[in-house]
């Protein structure tokens, strides 16, 4: 059975950092390219950036330069550090999956995906 399970969302003022992870199971991760979308209220969940399988990465304009996305294949993890947090950062944070292995934007690329974990950027 195929799990991603998100961890690390919360509340942090502008300015601030947090890390997001996200832990896979059920699937050979490391053939795999990794992502994080988000989504805000009314709005389209959206790229913020994937890996690829041999580490290759992409980044939405917004978030370039203040997050990194990385990965641990020994631990089935793929990480999202955000620095220099924005109240616009405000959203649902979703890890996904994508069986191809390359760099994806588009959400039906991507096969599976996590539950979500929340996160509130106050000014």
């Known amino acids: 059975q195929v799990q991603l399970v998100e961890s690390g969302g919360g509340w942090v003022q502008a300015g601030g950092s947090l890390n997001l992870s996200c832990v896979a199971s059920?699937?050979?991760?490391?053939?795999?390219?990794m992502a994080w979308f988000r989504q805000a209220p009314g709005k389209d969940r959206a790229l913020v950036g994937a890996?690829?399988?041999?580490?290759?990465?992409n980044y939405a304009r917004a978030v370039k330069g203040r997050f990194t996305i990385s990965r641990d294949n020994a631990k089935n993890t793929v990480y999202l550090r955000m620095n220099s947090l924005k109240p616009e950062d405000t959203a649902a944070y979703y890890c996904?999956?994508?069986?191809?292995?390359?760099?994806?934007?588009?959400?039906?690329?991507?096969?599976?995906w996590g539950q979500g974990t929340q996160v509130t950027v106050s000014s």
């Open positions: 996904a999956a994508d069986y191809s292995g390359v760099l994806h934007t588009r959400i039906p690329e991507y096969d599976y």
């Open positions: 890996i690829s399988w041999n580490e290759n990465t």
């Open positions: 059920g699937f050979t991760f490391n053939t795999y390219a």
